[in-house]
């Protein structure tokens, strides 16, 4: 089969089966009260099933193994294990509320895992500062610290109805289109097949009120491992990608610049948390998405607003790879962009509300033209969505 079919195919057959297994767990979540309760801190105001990474996870087994009647595709079934053990933390954690120590090391764990069991590791800087090849001894604490930074950067943004899933819609594109042009086909087809499997539960988490469910720690923390291994993949030393590009194609800036949001938002709030004197795994309401429904933005336009920050901070590393800017030229890049539009990006938007200026009625206004959810037709998506769960 065409690479182009097979990579089709697999999206579609994840879409399907997420769309199809959905109104069993959800029913499931329901009847075993496996809810999200509200809280002071969280923004729901009634009781919401968490089992939607169960939900994402199914389509995608499916895909891994309809895979195997067009390809023998034992490095995406060598994958499966890690996101199992990770799902499993994360759904324990919906339930016994595993303490931030414990799931931090278990974490780690799982991380040195995926490293050892797979053989990969980000041991290569594809000339960042003139480096190349790095040692096992740098490689193996530096892929930890990335992995177990981008799972908790992930998890951490997982805070509105849609971000998670549109967010990382749009990554695993981003992702699956270089792994495509560089010929690694194996991680394209896993790259959609995310894609695929996070699509269904998109509509429903956004504009489903009796079918909304959320996809929990457990489908956060399964997106995060499946985001930091294609960083991996893209970042090891036998990796295509850096054969397929053009020699001043930032590998290294390009995979920030796609998780920039998540990354510097984290890195502001938890240095926030540490410069107050309490702890950076305390929860709060200082998030870029608090931020946005603060401003009377719908929890869709919320999750939209940030992806657009985070495909601006893209686009700008992109222009600037265009113009021929240097690897480390196109890194600074990435971190003025990601640095202003987290901690100034939220800065000004403090200083306009704190203030009352013009600007902030401007985006009043701005946000309540985002609560579509319930009109027209997405009303009418909403009604059969929730039909679907009935």
């Known amino acids: 089969m065409n690479p182009l079919m097979y990579i089709i195919t697999l999206f579609c057959v994840s879409l399907l089966s997420t769309w199809w297994i959905f109104k069993y767990i959800h029913r499931i979540s329901v009847l075993k009260n496996i809810v ?19 939900a994402v996870f199914f389509g ?48 780690i764990i ?49 805070g509105v109805d849609g971000l998670m899933s549109m967010y990382g819609i749009t990554t695993s594109i981003l992702f699956g289109a270089v792994f495509y042009k560089s010929g690694e086909v194996d991680m394209a087809a896993m790259a959609m097949i995310a894609t695929g499997a996070m699509i269904p539960f998109f509509m429903h988490n956004v504009f489903g009120k009796k079918s909304k469910m959320f996809l929990g720690d457990g489908g956060a923390l399964m997106i995060g491992i499946m985001m930091s291994v294609f960083v991996i993949y893209i970042l090891r030393d036998e990796s295509l990608c850096s054969q397929a590009v053009c020699s001043n194609f930032g590998l290294v800036p390009f995979t920030l610049a796609v998780l ?60 600037s790879f ?35 200026t013009g600007l902030y009625h401007f985006l009043l206004k701005i946000g309540e033209l985002t609560h ?15 039909k679907n769960v009935i």
């Open 372 to 386: 579509v959810e319930r009109t027209g037709v997405w009303g009418r998506l909403r009604t059969l969505l929730d």
């Open 322 to 356: 265009k113009l021929g800017a240097s690897v480390n030229l196109q890194l600074i890049v990435v971190i003025v962009m990601g640095l202003f539009n987290t901690f100034v990006v939220y800065k000004i938007m403090y200083w306009v509300k704190k203030y009352d």
């Open 36 to 54: 999200d309760n509200p809280e002071e801190r969280k923004l729901q105001k009634y009781p919401v099933p968490v089992l939607g990474g169960i």
């Open 60 to 107: 995608i087994i499916v895909s891994l193994v309809c895979s195997q009647v067009f390809f023998s595709s034992a490095s995406l079934f060598s994958l499966l294990g890690i996101m199992v053990i990770m799902l499993y933390i994360g759904t324990m954690d919906d339930i016994l509320s595993l303490s931030p120590g414990i799931r931090f090391i278990i974490e």
């Open 110 to 158: 799982i991380v040195l895992l995926l490293i050892y069991g797979n053989d990969c590791s980000i041991n290569n800087f594809h000339g960042l500062w003139g480096i190349w090849k790095i040692p096992s001894y740098i490689a193996v604490p530096l892929t930890v610290f990335a992995c177990v930074g981008i799972v908790n950067a992930i998890n951490m943004i997982d």
């Open 260 to 319: 920039s949001i998540p990354v510097f938002d984290t890195l502001r709030v938890m240095t926030r948390r540490i410069l107050h004197g309490t702890s950076p795994f305390l929860p709060d309401k200082k998030h870029l998405h608090h931020m946005f429904i603060g401003l009377g933005f719908s929890h869709f336009g919320t999750s939209f607003s940030i992806v657009f920050l985070n495909l601006v901070n893209v686009l700008i590393w992109w222009i």
